[in-house]
């Protein structure tokens, strides 16, 4: 039987871990797409910290007009907290979303998986360079772990890649993409597990070295960002898209695809590293290429 035959039972009951940026902007699209919505979060300060993302970023949609005044509201209400995992045990979908650390990622995959009681439920991991392979080898049941890649910001890029790991259920991967595709109006590519995937490893040796050449003096981050932006029509420079990416998952992404090719361009420049190491982690902390406000 093929996935394209396979019966694919509906997902209403979505559990997030992490509510960082990126778990909040899955938070976010999985409640305006009409998704119960559970976010697990390790400490009481994350709740308030993790709501105000998510209102903050429906404002936004609310002000440019992409979303009325009721599903604003609505969405809200279908988005509840929790600090116990095992409060997940109900979900049908599960999206680990937390720092791209693989000893972190594969401790939560393993907690996740121990109180799902649904024998198809999908186990997701948001990574966007780790191997899913090893990640699934966490649980019990690694045939229903997939990954789910969203963008940043998730809530309004179109593209969602999908990472079967060797172990993967063609099951696990039918309900995923329909969950993606028909619930919440994405696109789907499907990728090999490969560090970095199919963009990142197109995206992460372009920014990595227009930040050598900031760090070798060659030019500043404004003149490589004028230059992609004007000269080659991209609508973010490589220097500002870095910071929006946050400065530390692309020391972590950059490592991981090294780790895995060994290729010189993906070894993250000293100046990045320096910057990381000082707190200099992109727009998230107000200041990394550039200052924010």
């Known amino acids: ?32 797409a009409g998704q119960d919505v559970l ?61 791209e650390d693989e000893p972190a990622k594969l401790s939560v995959l393993g907690m996740v998986d121990k109180v799902l009681t649904a024998e198809d ?5 948001n990574t ?19 990954g789910i890649h969203f963008f940043n910001p998730a809530p309004v890029l179109p593209l969602v890649e999908l990472v079967e790991s060797v172990l993967t259920d063609p099951a696990t991967r039918a309900r995923a993409e ?26 992460f040796p ?28 991209h609508p973010m420079g490589p220097l500002r898209l870095a910071d929006l990416i946050g400065l530390d998952t692309t020391v972590s992404i950059a490592r991981a695809m090294y780790e895995e090719t060994k290729e010189p361009l993906h070894a993250p420049p000293p100046l990045l590293l320096r910057m990381v190491e000082c707190g200099l982690l992109g727009k998230k902390s107000g200041r990394g290429f550039y200052t924010y406000r």
């Open 1 to 32: 039987m093929t996935a394209s035959t396979l019966t694919v039972p509906p997902v209403d009951r979505v559990g997030i871990v992490g509510c960082g940026t990126m778990g909040a902007g899955i938070a976010e699209l999985c409640a305006k």
């Open 39 to 99: 976010v697990a979060v390790r400490s009481e300060e994350a709740v308030p910290a993790g709501r105000r993302r998510i209102t903050a970023s429906l404002d936004r949609a609310l002000s440019r007009g992409r979303i009325g005044e009721a599903d604003r509201e609505a969405a809200l209400a279908r988005v509840a907290f929790t600090l116990d995992l095992g409060d997940l045990a109900d979900r049908q979908l599960v999206v680990e979303a937390i720092p």
């Open 121 to 125: 439920a999908v186990l997701a991991t």
């Open 128 to 146: 966007s360079s780790l191997s899913v392979s090893r990640l699934a080898r966490a649980t019990a049941r690694p045939g229903r772990v997939i």
């Open 178 to 203: 329909s969950f993606v595709e028909n619930d919440l109006g994405r696109t789907t590519l499907r990728s090999p597990d490969r560090a970095g995937f199919v963009v990142n490893a197109l995206l």
């Open 206 to 233: 372009y920014l990595l070295s227009a930040i050598r050449m900031v760090d070798t003096g060659f030019a500043e981050p404004e003149v490589l960002d004028r230059a992609m932006e004007l000269g080659c029509s």
